[in-house]
């Protein structure tokens, strides 16, 4: 659910994002990596939305972030098994010094 509500919002932040690459006669064009945003070029300044782009750009978006958001939880259990494991070998340490002491 989060992936979904960052992708939608680096989607909508995009659209302040003039597409250099695109510069047509036809106006500017905003959003990154898929343009979905185009200002035409009128006396009223009027904008079109591409329904495509949008929804391209927004899947485009979950998928990066699901994929972050799964290498950090890869990358933090890998870091809770080392700690577990390290203390669980200090445990058994400390047990074969008191074993000793006998």
Do not use: H
């Amino acid at each position: 659910m989060g992936s979904i509500v960052g992708g939608i919002a680096i989607t909508l932040l995009t659209g302040f994002l003039n597409s250099a690459s695109s510069v047509l006669a036809q106006g500017s064009t905003y959003g990154f990596p898929m343009a979905w945003l185009q200002r035409l070029p009128t006396a009223a300044a009027s904008w079109k939305i591409s329904a495509t782009g949008l929804i391209v750009d927004i899947v485009i978006w979950v998928v990066i972030i699901e994929i972050l958001y799964l290498a950090v939880r890869v990358t933090s259990a890998e870091a809770k098994a080392a700690a577990r494991s390290k203390t669980a070998a200090a445990s058994r340490a400390r047990a074969r010094r008191k074993r000793g002491r006998r």
